[in-house]
């Protein structure tokens, strides 16, 4: 599928793997729809075509206006990328007692019902474009994280929003089979985003030394990269693909 000229939504758009994205897809020739929270977008690089459309990815209403926005460029949507995601750390059980529920509870609506809210909404003005070659339509691409298959300890929220990202994989391009629309999930290792920012440079070392090769963090062009080529590569469909220079974590 070529991203010339088609419209195309990128959720966690200011920044980091989102950011990387949109930069990406714009140079690409697509007209791309970022969505960050306000906050976010006030500090975003302004580009030439991306328009800026606040919103929650938990929230449908507010989904909904920006899959609109992306209707009303008058390009066809066929690209979505989720990328807006939050973590935090806390234990099961730790010497502060159980782990916060409502802390658990944000981190998975962001993290799967907000890819999931973006999926359903988007998907449905996908299925209402004019069908390509083969009856394709689009392709959605979900974000993920090694820590779905190896979540280390204090990670429980993020790996089980990560998970949960994971098991839509089969499920979404099967349900989406019918209407041309592929899916696909991208599961990053440890990536220098805006995250790892404020972290001593020893930490981002001792981070590095633990990936086999390449010995180094990843960079988020480098998942724009996957992206594009995701996009590109028709035959790619309900698969997760670790980008992670073969790193297994460990417990800590």
């Known amino acids: 599928m070529d991203a010339t000229d088609v419209a195309a939504i ?5 920044s980091g793997l989102g950011g990387a994205t949109v930069r990406r897809l714009a140079a690409d020739g697509a007209h791309v729809i970022a969505i960050d929270l306000p906050k976010a977008i006030d500090h975003a690089e302004k580009l030439e075509r991306v328009d800026y459309v606040p919103a929650d990815v938990t929230d449908g209403d507010q ?3 920006a899959v609109d926005a992306a209707v009303g460029t008058g390009l066809p949507l ?5 990328c807006a995601g939050v973590g935090t750390a806390g234990r099961v059980l730790s010497k502060k007692g159980p782990h916060d529920l409502g802390v658990f509870s944000q981190v998975v609506g962001v993290n799967l019902i907000g890819s999931f809210n973006v999926m359903r ?16 339509r689009g392709v959605i691409v979900n974000t993920a994280s090694i820590a779905a298959f190896e979540g280390q300890i204090g990670q429980i929220a993020y790996a089980a929003s990560k998970g949960g990202v994971v098991g839509m994989t089969v499920p979404a391009a099967r349900d989406l089979a019918q209407y041309g629309v592929r899916v696909l999930t ?6 220098d985003t805006p ?5 001593e440079e020893s930490f981002r070392a001792d981070l590095a030394k633990g990936v086999p090769f390449p010995q180094r963090l990843g960079d988020p062009t480098e998942y724009a990269k996957l992206v594009a080529m995701i996009v590109d590569h028709d035959y790619l469909n309900g698969e997760v693909i670790r980008m992670d220079g073969a790193l297994r974590m460990s417990p800590r």
């Open 10 to 14: 990128v959720t966690g758009g200011a």
């Open 63 to 65: 989904v909904q206006a």
């Open 78 to 82: 066929r690209v979505v990328v989720n």
């Open 121 to 136: 909404l988007a998907a449905a003005a996908i299925a209402q474009t004019e069908p390509l070659d083969h009856n394709a």
């Open 186 to 191: 991208i599961a990053p290792g440890v990536i």
């Open 195 to 199: 995250m790892l920012a404020g972290v």
